[in-house]
């Protein structure tokens, strides 16, 4: 499944045990539709994301950037301290793609090895 959405805070990478690593992150999604009366409706889904390949990715996951993410969604329920039953969607993500939009497009070109201070001989 392909999901695309605005990161809505910096990745966090946590160790969970000796050897591995996992990079944790949300996205929001936002859509619209106009209802029965012509209102126009927001919506806005978040999933709770898991990235467990490399930590390094965690350096180009900023606020605001926009990503597509490529992996497996699943649901999950839970009563809160306060009693009170909630639910998430959860995403665990086998490939991103930045689409920019975050704060540290620098650090993206540098782990990329994209950058413009190289000349080229084409003409555009």
Known sequence: MNITGRLTADAQVRNV??????VN???????????????????V???ECAYWLSPKVAQILTKG???ELTGKVSARA??????QP????NFNTSQIKLHGGGKKAETAKA???????????LPF
């Open 45 to 47: 889904t978040y999933f």
């Open 111 to 121: 782990l990329t090895g994209n950058s413009n201070d190289e000349k080229d001989d």
């Open 86 to 89: 909630h639910a998430g969607l």
């Open 65 to 67: 950037s926009v990503v």
């Open 25 to 43: 992150f949300s996205i929001a999604i936002n859509d619209s539709y106009k209802n029965k009366a012509g209102e126009r409706i927001e919506q």
């Open 78 to 83: 839970w009563t809160g301290s306060d009693g």
């Open 17 to 22: 045990s000796n050897s591995k690593t996992v």
